[in-house]
């Protein structure tokens, strides 16, 4: 049996822009509120939401990460813009 935590770093989300990585958070999250209901009734999905919640705990970490990486894209496309602007002025 592999009770091995999903290592966030070597998997799909790594290589993940921020618009991507949001989209996998959604289904993500669906997934687990879809499981979390069906828990309340169904033994196996108590525990198939609470292994999703593993794998959202770490992608939230990991969401810290592309969101600042994807603010300093922003931020450097705006200063290129401006610096581009008042050239022209």
């Known amino acids: 049996m592999n009770n091995k935590k ?4 070597q998997d799909k989300y790594s290589n ?3 618009r991507e ?3 996998i958070m959604k289904i993500e999250f669906g997934d687990f509120l879809r ?8 033994l196996n ?3 198939s939401a609470r292994k999703k919640s593993v794998i959202l705990r770490d992608m939230l970490k990991k969401f810290r990460t592309i969101s600042l990486d994807n603010d300093k894209r922003i931020t450097k496309i705006l200063t290129e813009a401006r610096s581009q602007i008042n050239k022209e002025i």
Do not use: H, W
Not at 6 to 9: A, H, M, S, V
Not at 35 to 42: M, P, W
């Open 6 to 9: 999903p290592d966030i770093e």
């Open 16 to 18: 993940s822009n921020y």
């Open 21 to 23: 990585f949001l989209e």
């Open 35 to 42: 499981l979390s209901e069906a828990g309340r009734t169904v």
């Open 45 to 47: 999905s108590a525990l």
